[in-house]
């Protein structure tokens, strides 16, 4: 089975400071994906990369970048976090565009403080 | 702009019930998912529905999609506690990135 895993399930930070989400996937998926979990807003899209170095912006980008070096692997960057970021973030990945029935394998997620 | 819409968005049910949650989206989408979400944890596949009329089954989860109405159903079969969670659809097209996903159901079964 596809396993992708989120380095840190809790963090607290203060407003300002620079955040990391880190996420590895161990089946060569081309395709990784950041989403934001709010309640009664579902899973919105921040970021997603289609292979290594490539990026497109999602629906809420805003306050977001994000780093993908290795195909493995797809980080978060919350270059000076606010409060409204507090929220549950979760990564994702599937295997390339014309394959399958493009399922999504999520990691457990992070959930992320600001004070 | 695609839109997926779920309800009831809680429902809170007794043991050996049954019940729908419904998931209508706006435009056409090629592939409907639902996942299931556990308090604190990750989003877990259920279904993948392709096509008009697919039909899957799992245990005491039946869904179903209809093309043509733009609306897909998690039937639940004489529930149980252990199908207490948060229920999800999502809705994709192909040759793009975007999953659209609904609000989420949040079910809880009573004993």
């Known amino acids: 089975d596809v396993k992708v895993t989120q380095s840190s399930r809790y963090l607290v930070k203060r407003t300002g400071e620079k955040v990391f989400l880190e996420c590895v996937q161990d089946m060569d998926h081309e395709n990784m994906f950041w989403y934001r979990q709010d309640p009664g807003l579902g899973l919105r899209l921040i970021y997603f990369?289609?292979?290594?170095?490539?990026?497109e912006k999602g629906d809420i980008p805003e306050g977001y970048s994000v780093s993908r070096e290795k195909k493995e692997r797809f980080s978060l960057i919350l270059e000076s976090a606010s409060t409204n970021q507090t929220s549950m973030y979760l990564c994702?990945?599937?295997?390339?565009?014309?394959?399958?029935?493009?399922?999504?394998?999520f990691g457990a997620g992070s959930r992320l403080t600001v004070l | 702009e695609l839109k997926v819409e779920q309800n009831p968005l809680f429902l809170s049910m007794q043991e050996g019930k049954n019940y729908t949650i419904y998931c209508n989206y706006s435009?056409?989408?090629?592939?409907l998912y639902w996942y299931r979400q556990d308090p604190g944890k990750s989003l877990e596949s259920l279904f993948v529905?392709?096509?008009?009329?697919a039909v899957k089954q799992e245990g005491r989860l039946m869904a179903s999609l209809d093309t043509k109405a733009r609306l897909s159903t998690l039937h639940i079969t004489a529930a149980v506690h252990d199908l207490s969670a948060t229920y999800f659809c999502?809705?994709?097209?192909?040759?793009?990135?975007?999953?659209?996903f609904g609000t989420g159901t949040r079910l809880k079964v009573l004993a």
């Open positions: 994702a990945s599937r295997s390339g565009i014309h394959s399958g029935a493009n399922v999504l394998t």
């Open positions: 999502a809705v994709y097209t192909s040759g793009t990135y975007k999953y659209i």
């Open positions: 990369s289609y292979d290594v170095k490539m990026k």
């Open positions: 529905l392709l096509s008009n009329g």
């Open positions: 435009t056409t989408s090629d592939r």
